[in-house]
């Protein structure tokens, strides 16, 4: 029996702990756990727990009690790959190191401030020597701790941990990578699973500039794989991919099939999964891990930065939930002693319409600024919102004139194009496909379709433009430029970066 679950501090909210087991952990800033129906998910909890990449799952129970495995390495050599990734070689018993590719090794380490450990993604495993991939800065406390090794000194670590694996299926598969991320990935890629041979792959590697480009022969050496290294701050000379890996993804072709698999910074991480679920690509189809660099002396971080910069929105999955609740429950604001103009829910809805459509440009010109990436996942929750309140509009419509709802098609003012009425039932019927289908269930069965589909959305805010316009509203006329200005400026990639310094590649 397990009597209780906690988070010790030290969460690097990787994440691990809630795709093994999403029933008790929840991640946001850190892992939280959310139920305490312990027994039943007895199994996955303690998986998580030993997979943690930080030990800080605590699990207290009756039954044992679980401690960490501790296995011993001998170090062989550290070598450069360019100035901020090292090659780390470490021989092991190969009755310990029973390892699946894409898999992390946790390696203990003591200085004068005390014990620390970190985590480091397993490259290849050959002959009982285990090649690892780190990164390194001279400020750095596991820099210092490597440096002072000598071949043939001890080295503790855990056995080979983590669930981020390359599937078994010949489906479409693109791995995205920034700096050591590319780590896991070249061990998943030189020993493919059975059953993913045949399957078309795609490398996108993101590093800052030409200096920093590792492991492209190894990766050239690998048949039937598409390689793209990307450069946020290439030299003149470089005839290759420019800008930020996020700004890569969208010359990508995503089918309902195609697998993503994403590690490194986990801004890039966070952004890409974010994107992903705009364009529709199903959320068990996107694979990743993410580790923070715990070695930066960067002071913390205030709550406005945090919030603009880094998209940290306090209780996220809440908020979610919130806007669905807004949106069902709108109808009753029409009804009497609540009833408000009809006029409002044109407005209202018009208001957040703009915002759905402006968000995704927005997002693209400026990269900087995570909130927006944040508000692009939240794109199909505001859309259903919108669609609630102009039926909510259309409704009050009705009510407040009086007329039948056959007047749609009998009265000659609905089907001409100058009236605003027929812009308004335009925009009406574009929004009936667009709310019935902006569901999960609707986008496994329409698959490349409901992408598609979607596509009625410019068509809703077009109508809504000049529907708003015709009735006299100046916003109809404004809303309409600003969006189409950043859609232009997005389409010819035009990007304001807000700090001189790329955060990741």
């Not at 998910?41 to 129970?61: D, G, M, T, W, Y």
């Not at 056995?159 to 693109?174: N, S, W």
């Not at 364009?279 to 891990?289: T, V």
Request: aromatic share 12%; with cysteine; proline share 6%.
């Amino acid at each position: 029996m397990i009597n209780n679950v906690s988070i010790k501090p030290g969460c690097i909210a990787c994440g691990t702990c809630e795709r093994i087991c999403p029933k008790i952990f929840h991640v946001t800033k850190t892992s939280e756990v959310i139920s305490r129906d312990f027994d039943s998910q007895k199994r996955l909890i303690f998986e998580a727990a030993r997979n943690c990449p930080v030990s800080v799952i605590a699990v207290e129970s009756d039954e044992f009690e679980l401690k960490p495995t501790v296995m011993k390495g001998v170090f062989e050599s550290l070598e450069p790959l360019n100035p901020h990734v090292w090659r780390l070689r470490v021989k092991v018993d190969p009755t310990e190191f029973i390892y699946t590719p894409g898999q992390y090794v946790r390696f203990r380490m003591k200085d004068k401030k005390g014990s620390f450990a970190r985590c480091y993604s397993v490259v290849s495993y050959k002959d009982g020597v285990a090649e690892f991939c780190v990164k390194f800065s001279p400020e750095s406390r596991s820099h210092a701790w490597l440096a002072l090794k000598k071949r043939g000194a001890v080295i503790e670590a855990t056995p080979p941990r983590g669930h981020f694996k390359l599937k078994p299926t010949a489906h479409p598969k693109i791995l995205i990578a920034t700096s050591t991320g590319i780590a896991p990935m070249i061990s998943m890629l030189e020993e493919r699973v059975a059953g993913s041979e045949k399957a078309r792959v795609t490398v996108l590697m993101g590093v800052r500039d030409e200096s920093e480009i590792f492991y492209l022969e190894r990766l050239e050496a690998i048949p039937n794989i598409k390689i793209i290294y990307t450069l946020s701050q290439p030299g003149e000379d470089w005839k290759g991919s420019r800008g930020r890996v996020t700004e890569q993804l969208s010359g990508l072709q995503l089918t309902p099939e195609t697998e993503i698999y994403l590690c490194g910074n986990p801004k890039m991480v966070d952004q890409v999964r974010a994107d992903c679920a705009a364009r529709g690509q199903p959320d068990e189809k996107i694979f990743w891990e993410g580790f923070v660099d715990q070695d930066t002396n960067e002071p913390p971080r205030s709550w406005l930065v945090r919030f603009f910069l880094d998209g940290e929105v306090p209780y996220l999955p809440w908020l979610s939930k919130a806007l669905f609740a807004a949106a069902f429950l709108s109808p009753l604001l029409l009804l009497p002693g609540l009833a408000l103009e009809f006029t409002e829910f044109s407005s209202v809805g018009w208001t957040v319409l703009f915002g759905v459509m402006l968000v995704r440009p927005l997002a693209d010109v400026f990269p900087d600024l995570g909130i927006l990436r944040t508000l692009v996942s939240l794109r199909r929750e505001f859309g259903v919102l919108t669609g609630f309140l102009l039926f909510d509009h259309l409704l009050g419509f009705f009510i407040a004139s009086g007329l039948p709802v056959s007047s749609l098609w009998t009265d000659p003012t609905f089907s001409d194009p100058k009236s605003f009425l027929f812009w308004g039932l335009v925009g009406i019927l574009a929004l009936i496909p667009l709310v019935i289908t902006s569901n999960d269930l609707s986008m496994r069965i329409l698959k490349r379709g409901w992408k598609r589909l979607h596509r009625l959305a410019y068509l809703l805010f077009l109508a809504g433009a000049v529907h708003v316009y015709l009735v006299g509203e100046e916003t109809g006329l404004i809303y309409g430029a600003i969006v189409a200005v950043f859609w232009l400026l997005a389409g010819l990639k035009v990007k304001f970066n807000l700090s001189s310094r790329a955060p990741y590649g």
